[in-house]
């Protein structure tokens, strides 16, 4: 497994009581932050006083930060780490595009899920050239749920014809388990065969089939 570790610009103590407020306190081994009277408040201070309490200072080249801000890229850098920039927080498609600017080499991994600022069209406007490849689920657009496509709130059909007119030729790739998810009731477990019928639908211009009914 993987030793998980909080770095966050908000104050530690705040962090700490959001974490255990949610019951996510115990999936970390650290968590850091800044400090109140306005100690740590760059970024890679907050990442450098992490591997410190992690004991990684000296191995940081095993380390990943995980963003959704460009300080949290910026910040990585600065403490030379290896960093990996989501769309699923509260950064834009413009930051991103002005990170992968950086190199001509770097692509983006669409997660049509986890897209929580801006919308889909104008995400593709934005960074859609730089699309390797994407993950297929459906969800509300408040948080991602990792439904079958037609059981949320995506028009498939817009994204589809989207990601074609970026000339996007990559795989069509679902990010969802069989089993449904606690805030979605199926009557049966997803096959494999609903996965293909699901992208039938959508590459021929038809609306998904919902195989499952929300519950929030």
């Not at 995980?66 to 990585?76: L, N, P």
């Not at 834009?92 to 919308?119: P, Y």
């Not at 388990?177 to 609903?194: E, I, M």
Request: charged share 25%; hydrophobic share 40%.
């Amino acid at each position: 497994g993987y030793v998980l570790a909080v770095a966050s610009s908000k104050p530690e103590v705040f962090v700490k009581q959001i974490l255990e407020y949610f019951h996510l306190d115990h999936y970390f081994t650290e968590m850091v932050g800044s400090e109140l009277n306005g100690g740590r408040s760059r970024k890679s201070e907050v990442v450098e006083e992490a591997l410190l309490r992690l004991g990684l200072k000296d191995d940081r080249e095993h380390v990943l930060m995980v963003g959704d801000k460009e300080h949290d890229v910026f910040g990585a850098r600065e403490a030379g780490m290896n960093c990996v920039a989501v769309t699923w927080g509260y950064g834009t498609a413009e930051e991103l595009a002005e990170l992968i600017s950086a190199n001509d080499k770097l692509r983006v991994c669409f997660d049509v899920n986890h897209l929580l600022q801006g919308t889909h069209t104008d995400f593709l406007k934005t960074v859609g050239h730089r699309i390797l490849t994407v993950h297929i689920s459906d969800y509300d657009f408040k948080d991602e749920k990792h439904w079958l496509p037609g059981e949320g709130d995506i028009h498939w059909q817009e994204l589809y014809q989207g990601l074609l007119a970026v000339g996007y030729e990559g795989i069509w790739m679902y990010e969802l388990g069989q089993k449904p998810p606690r805030h979605l009731h199926r009557d049966r477990d997803l096959t494999f065969a609903d996965y293909v019928e699901n992208a039938k639908a959508i590459f021929a211009g038809d609306p998904p089939k919902p195989l499952g009914e929300r519950l929030v």
